[in-house]
């Protein structure tokens, strides 16, 4: 006898909220839970470099040395955050360590990513228990 699943017992509604990464402070658990989500492999490999104070907001979203800047980003200073988002022809930014097509809206400014690096990946999202 063959078991049918009806075609809308595995639909997933747009608003569905899916649970935020796990927080560890140890660099290598996060480097290998974005190697299993299917990132890039460039991407992951900064992460060593751009956590190297630990695992942070603070850390994350802070400016790019001129040494980074020049190794990295053609001299121009950022924030390191931003060494994880890539452009799209239509000038949206993507998640580097995200598989590809996984975000496929993007976001329209660098700092909109900022948010979805933080709860996805690092598991430094706020959780609000007023709601």
């Excluded at 899916?18 to 490999?45: F, K, L, M, W």
């Excluded at 994350?60 to 200073?77: D, F, Q, S, V, W």
């Excluded at 998640?95 to 976001?107: I, P, R, T």
């Amino acid at each position: 006898m063959k078991i049918t699943v009806h075609p809308y017992a595995t639909v997933t509604y747009r608003k569905t909220r899916r649970p935020a990464a796990t927080y560890s402070s140890d660099i290598q658990v996060v480097v290998e839970r974005c190697q299993a989500g299917g990132g890039e492999e460039n991407a992951i490999d900064l992460l060593r470099d751009i956590l190297s104070d630990g695992v942070s907001e603070k850390t994350l979203a802070r400016k790019m040395t001129r040494e980074e800047a020049n190794k990295y980003h053609t001299g121009a200073p950022m924030q390191v955050y931003q060494m994880l988002l890539r452009n799209d022809e239509a000038g949206r930014f993507h998640c580097k360590l995200c598989a590809v097509g996984a975000n496929e809206g993007g976001w329209k400014k660098p700092r909109d990513a900022l948010r979805h690096l933080k709860r996805d990946h690092l598991g430094l999202g706020h959780t609000c228990t007023l709601w």
